[in-house]
């Protein structure tokens, strides 16, 4: 999963998110920033019941946060929606290859088009994948509406 840092970045650049089932998201800036939340139908929970874990069942759970609009969350976008994306924004450019590399200690998401080869690496796939959307998020900006909406 990518960080909230690159997600808070990606939404900044413009990558707009319609909610749906079984995505993750965070909400920055309330004393929660390393909790993350799922959309679901229903609110699961492990506890301890007699000193043991028992996975609970929660139709309707009532909480401190009554609602949020989606201006203050922030979408964590799972590795195959980044994928995706980059694959979407890829595909307006003829002659084009990316592929993902993955050694011991690092996954490198390697991208060339117009000719030219880049190389954005990190400690996992997501966060690559996530690197290399941010920069044609940036280089592009000019060929890509500001309010891209992919899910």
């Known amino acids: 999963m990518i960080s909230l840092e690159t997600a808070v970045r990606l939404k900044q650049a413009g ?3 319609i909610p749906a089932k079984f995505d993750f ?3 920055p800036d309330r004393d929660m920033d390393t909790l993350v939340f799922v ?6 929970n492990v506890e301890l019941f007699a000193g043991n874990p028992v996975v609970t069942f929660n139709g309707a759970p009532e909480w401190a946060l009554d609602y949020v609009t989606i201006r203050e ?3 964590l976008p799972r590795e195959e929606q980044l994928r995706t994306m980059l694959e979407d924004r890829l595909s ?3 002659d084009v290859r ?3 590399v993955i050694t011991l ?3 490198v998401c390697e991208l060339e088009y117009n000719g030219v080869q880049h190389s954005f690496g990190a400690a996992d796939a997501s966060e690559a994948y996530a690197k290399a959307l941010l920069y044609l998020m940036a280089t592009d900006h000019d060929k890509f509406p500001r309010d891209e909406r992919i899910n």
Do not use: H, P, R
């Not at 959309?39 to 699961?44: E, G, L, W």
């Open 92 to 94: 307006y450019y003829s």
């Open 73 to 75: 969350v922030v979408w």
């Open 98 to 100: 990316y592929q993902l």
């Open 105 to 107: 200690n690092i996954y």
């Open 15 to 17: 990558l707009q998110w």
């Open 25 to 27: 998201f965070a909400l």
């Open 39 to 44: 959309i679901s139908d229903m609110s699961i």
